[in-house]
């Protein structure tokens, strides 16, 4: 059964830029959530989308945002990037959601640097 | 609002030793408590967790964790130490909320 897959894995992109990150969940997996991984602010809840429908989200700014698909893969997107943006960005899915108990699976996640 | 501290940022072991990574927490409610271990420029790869039941929980790689309601602390735990198992290890809980993770743990083992 694959995992979670997300693309690029690397990309680097200039300030004012905006970029879009692309993740599948595991097959049956109807939740998908992102959190922004850096070394000041570790591990950071961006936002969660279940059945096409965004379930939470964190404390971003707008310029960060989402969506899912029919089909359950999920994308985010940040505009204006700033040098801020460069982290490490995880896409993780479980079966019902952040709150079920149901074990999150992450990928190996997108590697953003903002010059 | 939903919390988890890791006290130690760096944990040294030797190899063959037992380990304890340490993890506390706080929650409204009975906790969803999870483990997670990252190694370098890789995503999270999932431990173990604690959902109900019984209060030690076995999970991948020999790691087991024990969970404690009255001290709401939840130790990661293995009884020998192997260098391959130098990573950064997250604890994270959840109850009505979205993952809230700590700030790692980085594990040392030394040969």
């Known amino acids: 059964k694959a995992g979670v897959t997300q693309t690029p894995r690397y990309l680097i992109k200039t300030r004012g830029q905006q970029v879009t990150l692309s993740c599948s969940p595991i097959?049956?997996?109807?939740?998908v959530s992102w959190y922004q991984q850096t070394p000041g602010q570790g591990l950071q809840f961006l936002f969660e989308?279940?059945?096409?429908?965004?379930?939470n989200k964190g404390n971003f700014p707008g310029r960060f945002s989402g969506r899912q698909f029919s089909n359950s893969r999920s994308e985010m997107n940040v505009s204006t990037l700033e040098l801020g943006d460069s982290a490490l960005y995880l896409c993780?899915?479980?079966?019902?959601?952040?709150?079920?108990?149901?074990?999150?699976?992450f990928g190996e996640g997108s590697w953003l640097t903002v010059v | 609002a939903q919390s988890v501290a890791q006290p130690e940022d760096q944990v040294n072991v030797a190899e063959g030793n037992p380990l304890t990574v340490k993890c506390t927490y706080s929650?409204?409610?009975?906790?969803?408590l999870f483990w997670y271990v990252q190694y370098p420029n890789r995503g999270l790869q999932f431990l173990l967790k604690?959902?109900?039941?019984?209060?030690l929980v076995k999970g991948s790689y020999g790691f087991e964790a024990e969970f404690n309601k009255s001290q709401t602390s939840f130790h990661l735990k293995k009884p020998s130490a192997l260098v391959s198992d130098s990573a950064l290890y997250f604890c994270?809980?959840?109850?009505?909320?979205?993952?809230?993770f700590g700030k790692g743990t980085r594990l040392s083992v030394i040969a």
């Open positions: 989308y279940f059945s096409e429908t965004q379930r």
């Open positions: 604690y959902i109900t039941g019984d209060n």
């Open positions: 097959s049956g997996h109807r939740s």
């Open positions: 929650v409204s409610g009975n906790p969803y």
């Open positions: 993780a899915s479980s079966m019902d959601g952040l709150n079920s108990g149901n074990t999150i699976y």
């Open positions: 994270a809980v959840t109850r009505g909320t979205p993952l809230v």
